[in-house]
């Protein structure tokens, strides 16, 4: 039996990179996944190889309908959410002076507004039911900063106010709400905003004290740990997994 057996759970941006290392690693401790991604056809791949009734549903964060959508398929179907894990971000890296503001909506949209989308809708169906966990996936960028990234830190830096509000405010429906912050982490996201430039990943894995880049499945484990009723007296706090790149 593991440790989230027959739960229902939620992960946003489950389809590749981190999402999809938090929604296997729910799957395996023993729940059913609604596999939510902007892209459909790799939420559902993802769903079909996790088995266990998962389920892919395309999920647009940064529209409230569609999100709406979403949890009302999820809770039709199984009659609950117990977990709701928000993970779905993007990113595009400039000096701010440089950057554009149409980026700025985007990033904010996706990174901040996904996230208060989904809360908005998942916390009353968690409330009714007496129990939840909310993990939101922040980043060490929102405690720290991170040159290139100004936008993207104010959204996740938003991230972690807003987890620690919600965590007060749903504290008596016995709803647990905490921040997974990672630190850089070997993904399609990372390539993409330049960690596919050697001499520039190099320099940051001298910068680790563990020399290396996080792996997907080490923000699962401390997600799966979040998510479960072993953290049951755990609410509001925000976790690094950065390899020591960040301390608190």
């Not at 999809?20 to 892209?39: H, P, Q, S, W």
């Amino acid at each position: 039996m593991g440790r989230l057996q027959d739960k229902i759970a939620i992960v946003t941006g489950g389809g590749q990179g981190i999402g999809r290392g938090i929604a296997a690693k729910l799957a395996a401790e023993g729940a059913t996944v609604a596999v939510a991604d902007i892209n459909e056809s790799t939420a559902k791949e993802a769903a079909t190889t996790l088995g266990g009734g998962s389920v892919g549903i395309a999920t647009d964060v940064t529209s409230r309908e569609s999100v709406a959508t979403l949890v009302r398929q999820v809770h039709e179907a199984f009659g609950r959410i117990d977990v709701l894990v928000n993970n779905a971000g993007w990113d595009k890296i400039a000096p701010f002076t440089d950057s554009d503001p149409a980026d700025w909506d985007r990033i904010m949209h996706i990174n901040l507004y996904g996230v208060l989308h989904t809360c908005h809708a998942v916390l009353p169906v968690m409330a009714a039911q007496g129990h939840g966990k909310v993990v939101n996936i922040a980043s060490d960028a929102g405690r720290v900063g991170s040159s290139g990234e100004a936008v993207y830190s104010a959204a996740k830096g938003g991230i972690i106010a807003f987890t620690k509000t919600i965590a007060r405010e749903m504290a008596r429906q016995q709803i647990n709400c905490n921040c997974v912050c990672p630190g850089p982490t070997d993904t399609p996201l990372f390539a993409s905003i330049g960690g596919d430039d050697s001499r520039l990943r190099e320099a940051l894995i001298r910068s680790i004290p563990f020399r290396r880049l996080a792996q997907p499945e080490d923000l699962a484990n401390v997600v799966a740990f979040l998510a479960s009723d072993e953290a049951s007296y755990v609410t509001g706090q925000t976790v690094s997994v950065s390899g020591g790149l960040t301390m608190s």
